[in-house]
């Protein structure tokens, strides 16, 4: 019997029931597919609801409002011995997680598709082994299994203990004093949430630069502020040793041909996270990967055809919008084969959510400069701008890139107040493909944060003529 002949239990199966997981399953219910979702995680939801988007961003929200409180006299406002309760930080959060997460348990419920709780690996290119003894067969597959922890760089790191993204989330009581191992988003969100809830914070990065995929211009307006408000800042560094001494964890590199040494209450690893895959056995599907990473064409299809991934465990963003839209793509084209979708990177949007916020859209000028891409590109500060001045958001820029011939915005970036809301601006005038002189002819209201995004439109319109 030929597999087209054959009967399957599902005409799709979803491994992984998180963003990417759920989008994928929705779309697949709503073309007419007999859809199942297989999750064996101790809780439901994904890594943005549990341990990523959601719960770091409400901790960061608290920062905020302490930091706001204690600033006050700013405006002519008194008040006094600011102080906070740790443990009520931690329990509005936990309120939040369980609402979110119950809310994604009842949509996986609610019968659109079936739900099994239950750890999944390949017996075959068409069979899933479940943890209860049981099996499925599909037709299809979309695996969209998430990531998890990286390993230590250092083997002493293991024996010496540390916290992860996922234990930091669950402390009770905070450490006097913390070293970051990281650069990327998640190591400067938390680096930035532990500092001003009053831990010293040192940050220990590899590369030149923290935030080492967003321009450099930006990274350093962010680090100006990190070092201002007291935390320290180690480049360039390569880890040769972790040990213990006197109650005290400490931490050796190599930075610049020295030997430096610096020691903390507590080590943060923040150095990124990897695919969870090694559990599926994907060799006995024919599916291919790479360092565990599962690789995809444009259509999120594998090198089995009839098995797509979605999120995390495929990349190459680790963004939750991202996974979602490869969940519905790849849904969509099982369910459609003769009318596929294929993801479109061109609005790229990334978020970091320190203060100031760091947000780009569409190409940095480090990308245009790696593919050969003309641009123009013009900027303007927040310390020059009448509402962050109110605001008192002095730190930070916008700045925009366009093509030198059409004037068509070409990417955007933001170091300042609300950059992840002021983004969306130019993700929509790019999904129109807008030129800059559009955008500087759209009426702006004032006085708005919003509409420091004409400055460098105007500027940029002013070099280049207008076609037609």
């Known amino acids: 019997m030929t597999q087209t002949q054959r009967e399957f239990d599902y005409d799709v199966a979803i491994v992984g029931g998180g963003s990417g997981g759920y989008a994928a399953a929705r779309t697949a219910a709503q073309a007419g597919l007999r859809t199942v979702v297989v999750e064996g995680g101790k809780e439901v939801g994904g890594l943005c609801i549990l341990r990523g988007c959601m719960p770091t961003k409400a901790l960061l929200y608290a920062a905020e409002v302490l930091h706001l409180a204690r600033q006050s006299a700013t405006w002519g406002i008194e008040a006094r011995d600011v102080t906070f309760d740790f443990s009520r930080v931690m329990a509005r959060k936990d309120a939040l997680i369980k609402e979110f997460a119950e809310y994604r348990f009842q949509q996986l419920s609610a019968g659109k598709f079936k739900f099994v709780r239950d750890l999944a690996r390949f017996q075959d290119g068409h069979t899933l082994e479940l943890s209860s003894g049981q099996s499925l067969s599909a037709r299809h597959f979309v695996i969209s299994t998430g990531s998890i922890v990286s390993p230590p760089p250092l083997p002493q790191l293991s024996d010496l203990g540390y916290l992860t993204s996922d234990d930091a989330l669950s402390l009770t009581t905070l450490p006097k004093s913390l070293i970051v191992l990281g650069g990327g988003s998640v190591a400067v969100e938390f680096a930035e949430l532990f500092l ?41 560094t390569k880890l040769t040793h972790a040990s213990r001494e006197n109650g005290l964890k400490l931490i050796s590199f190599l930075c610049e041909g020295k030997h430096v040494q610096i020691e903390a209450e507590e080590i943060l690893f923040a150095l990124g996270r990897s695919a969870n895959t090694s559990h599926l056995r994907l060799d006995k599907a024919g599916v291919t990967t790479d360092r565990g990473r599962i690789l995809t064409n444009a259509q999120m299809q594998t090198s089995a055809s009839h098995i797509y991934a979605a999120g995390d465990c495929t990349g190459p963003h680790e963004i939750v919008h991202i ?3 490869q969940g519905e ?8 084969p003769a009318k596929t979708l294929s993801m479109d990177y ?10 100031p916020q760091v947000a780009a859209v569409g190409l940095t000028e480090k990308e245009a400069q790696s593919r050969g891409v003309s641009y123009l590109t013009a900027s303007y500060p927040f310390s020059d701008h009448g509402k962050s001045l109110i605001m008192e958001t002095r730190d930070g820029f916008v700045k925009l890139l366009a093509d030198p011939r059409s004037g068509e915005i070409l990417g955007g970036c933001v170091v300042g107040p609300l950059g992840g809301e002021l983004i969306h601006e130019i993700t ?4 129109k493909r807008m030129t800059v002189h559009e955008l500087a002819a759209m009426p702006h209201y004032h006085p708005t944060l919003a509409e420091i995004w004409t400055y460098p439109a105007e500027d940029l319109a002013a070099q280049i003529p207008l076609m037609g």
Do not use: C, Y
């Not at 914070?201 to 007291?230: H, M, N």
């Not at 929509?428 to 999904?431: D, G, K, Q, R, S």
């Open 323 to 325: 996974a979602i839209q």
């Open 428 to 431: 929509a005038a790019m999904h």
């Open 196 to 236: 001003r809830f009053g831990v010293k914070v040192t940050l220990v990065q590899r590369s030149a630069r923290i935030l080492r995929d967003v321009d450099p211009d930006a990274a350093l307006e962010l680090e100006k502020v990190f070092r201002r408000d007291g935390m320290i800042l180690h480049h360039n």
């Open 346 to 355: 061109r609005l790229l949007t990334n978020v970091i959510f320190t203060n």
């Open 329 to 336: 793509v790849a849904a969509h084209n099982i369910a459609h």
